[in-house]
């Protein structure tokens, strides 16, 4: 299967020369789908990203701060579709640091003791580097751990270990050698070299190449970056796939980029982002190629300023149908005015369920309630605080 550019990129790639409006420029791009590739990106499992707050998830340390939050617990509450209450209420309880990030997480059965939980830590450029796991008992069972560079700050080294202190696995990730243009990471499970990956890149850090090998040096995946004007053959061989995306700028700075990759399966999957001159996000649409279906698409609107979101449309899709739909409203401070989801079984909406916060006079929320289109709940979600 062969996928080259359009007509219109070539001519975009022309009228560089002569407006200096578009630019096109091609790179590397790989499906999310291909775990072999992206296993040497393993990190931190149980994040604390779901806080069930009503504020977009970049502001939650500032909603936290702001209404003076160190620790709540939520109680949840579903139903089945009769309207019954289900007998199971699960809580949860989250703790927060002078800088309103979350420092742990436990949870359980309404009525029972603390079943899990989670302690959260940071280090001094704000990552979070540990996440120590523990049973009922409050004994360890697992300690997740970053390792960052202290000359490259977003890099790191991963380990994974029981409660005993053993490593279960260890994935090791090296900087760009400078000289030979070269890097390369390491998986070990167990004490044990499961993979090598093997970086190229261009001397300005654009990646050429990247060659997996077992533990016993064998080569499983060599994936090519390697791109040129003219398009790009997208074509699965029995251990290489040569991929590409396209970046285009129009007159007013918003930024197309298509991107083909093939998995593993030999499929190839096409996805085109939209992102405005701020470099938000406006759409993603991704598609199988092979196949002829859409996979899922991502919409988001801004207010006036191109920077402040005040409405996420996600979709999922399932051969081709859609499956999931979710809608998001926020207000100028990121607070979210809306939210609403449906299912869907073969494309035809099966369950559709619109949700809404009450809050207490310091602005905090104090229940989440979910309703089903047709009157009946959904869930009941309740609020409280420690002050």
């Not at 998830?57 to 209450?85: C, P």
């Not at 085109?272 to 701020?278: A, I, L, S």
């Not at 449906?342 to 006079?361: C, E, M, P, R």
Request: some cysteine; proline content about 2%.
């Amino acid at each position: 299967m062969k996928l080259t550019l359009s007509p219109n990129t070539m001519r975009t790639t022309i009228l560089i020369f002569l407006t200096s409006l578009s630019y096109t420029m091609y790179a590397q791009s790989v499906s999310p789908n291909d775990q072999l590739y992206w296993k040497r990106y393993t990190t931190f499992s149980y994040r604390p990203y779901t806080l069930q707050l009503p504020v977009a998830y970049s502001k939650q340390s500032d909603y936290v701060l702001e209404r003076g939050i160190t620790q709540y617990t939520t109680q949840t509450q579903k139903f089945k579709d009769n309207g019954k209450a289900k007998k199971v209420r699960r809580y949860r309880t989250f703790g927060f640091d002078d800088k309103g990030r979350c420092i742990s997480l436990s949870g359980g059965k309404v009525g029972k003791p603390v079943k899990w939980s989670h302690v959260y830590k940071y280090n001094d450029k704000g990552y979070m580097y540990i996440l120590e796991s523990k049973n009922k008992k409050g004994e360890t069972t697992e300690v997740q751990q970053n390792n960052y560079y202290k000359d490259h700050p977003g890099l790191y080294d991963f380990v994974k270990m029981n409660g005993k202190g053993d490593t279960l696995e260890y994935t090791v990730r090296e900087p760009i050698d400078s000289i030979t243009n070269t890097s390369y990471d390491k998986h070990y499970k167990k004490g044990k070299l499961k993979y090598t990956w093997h970086n190229e890149y261009y001397p300005n850090g654009q990646q050429k190449r990247t060659t997996a090998t077992d533990g016993k040096g064998k080569v499983r995946y060599v994936w090519n970056f390697e791109c040129d004007a003219r398009g790009v053959e997208a074509v699965k061989h029995k251990d290489t796939s040569k991929l590409c995306v396209s970046r285009e700028y129009d007159k007013d700075s918003m930024l197309t980029k298509v991107s083909l990759a093939v998995d593993e399966k030999g499929e190839v999957y096409k996805t085109v982002e939209k992102r405005n001159k701020f470099k938000k996000r406006l759409a993603t649409i991704r598609t199988n190629e092979t196949k002829g279906f859409k996979e899922s698409e991502y919409t988001n609107r801004y207010a006036s300023d191109g920077q402040t979101i005040l409405f996420h449309d996600y979709k999922s899709y399932y051969k081709g149908k859609l499956r999931y739909n979710s809608q998001t409203a926020y207000d100028r401070h990121g607070n979210i005015t809306g939210w609403s989801v449906n299912k869907y079984k073969k494309g035809v909406l099966h369950k559709s369920a619109k949700g809404a916060y009450q809050f207490d006079s310091k602005n905090r929320p104090i229940v989440y309630q979910s309703t089903l289109e047709n009157g009946k709940l959904n869930s009941v979600i309740r609020f409280t605080y420690d002050k």
